[in-house]
């Protein structure tokens, strides 16, 4: 784990491991692939190319804030995935 996911976890009173495991929770494992799951919802692309040119416009489109929101919100879930023994599943 790198020292600063360890150094913010440990001055908001948080433990970086769960047993022998260690809390790597990524933002986009929580917050990117539900929005992008939904925006590609029903789509159907010919070639590769046409799913990559959509994904960058929908990246390209997103709102800086959606960014911030999930970066924000990791402190959170982090902290519910220790009490939870890392039994965590969002619903």
């Not at 908001?12 to 539900?34: E, Q, R």
């Not at 959509?54 to 220790?82: A, M, P, Y």
Request: proline share 3%.
């Amino acid at each position: 784990m790198r020292p600063i996911i360890q150094q913010t976890l440990h001055s908001n009173g948080c433990s970086a491991t769960v047993g022998k495991f260690f809390l790597i929770l990524a933002p986009s494992d929580f917050h990117l692939f539900g929005p992008l799951k939904r925006h590609l919802g029903g789509m159907a692309f010919e070639t590769e190319d046409d799913l990559i040119s959509e994904l960058r416009n929908w990246f390209h489109n997103l709102d800086v804030d959606f960014f911030r929101v999930g970066i924000n919100s990791l402190l959170s879930r982090w902290q519910k995935c220790i009490d939870l023994h890392g039994d965590y599943v969002e619903k």
